[in-house]
Nanobody, 125 residues
C-alpha cells in the first residue's frame, strides 16, 4: 500500500520559513514526478511546485523566488522549502505523486494518483 506522509507545517509569522517534508512508502518514486499542492479555505486546490525524475523543478508564479523543491531519493522524500512566507500562503499543503514514470510535471491535480493527508501552514501578519 502506497502512503505519502507530510510533516513540517505550523504557525509562523510573515517573513518566516518552513520546510515541509513528504515521505513515501510502499513503492519508490525515484523516477516519478512529485508535487506539492495547497488548498486555502473556500478555494480550489492549486499547484505549488513540482520536481521530476531529472530534478527539473517548476513553481507557480506566486511562490517563485521564495519556495524551492528538492528530493532525497535515498529517503524517498521530497521537500518544500518555503521562505519569506506571506499570509496568503496560508493553506493545507498536500504532496502528491504520479504512478507513471514521466518527466512531465502537470499542474492539474487529476494527474496524480497518490496523495498525502496534508499539513497545515498558517502565516500570521
Amino acid at each position: 500500500q502506497v502512503q505519502l506522509v507530510e510533516s513540517g507545517g505550523g504557525l509562523v509569522q510573515a517573513g518566516d520559513s518552513l520546510r515541509l517534508s513528504c515521505t513515501a512508502s510502499g513503492r519508490t518514486f525515484i523516477a516519478s514526478v512529485m508535487v506539492w499542492f495547497r488548498q486555502a479555505p473556500g478555494k480550489e486546490r492549486e499547484f505549488v511546485a513540482g520536481i521530476n525524475g531529472k530534478n527539473n523543478t517548476y513553481f507557480t508564479d506566486s511562490v517563485k523566488g521564495r519556495f524551492t523543491i528538492s528530493r532525497d531519493n535515498a529517503k524517498n522524500t521530497v521537500y518544500l522549502q518555503a521562505n519569506s512566507l506571506k499570509p496568503e500562503d496560508t493553506a493545507v499543503y498536500y504532496c502528491a505523486a504520479a504512478s507513471r514514470f514521466s518527466n512531465f510535471v502537470s499542474a492539474s491535480a487529476v494527474a496524480y494518483d497518490y496523495w498525502g493527508q496534508g499539513t497545515q501552514v498558517t502565516v500570521s501578519s
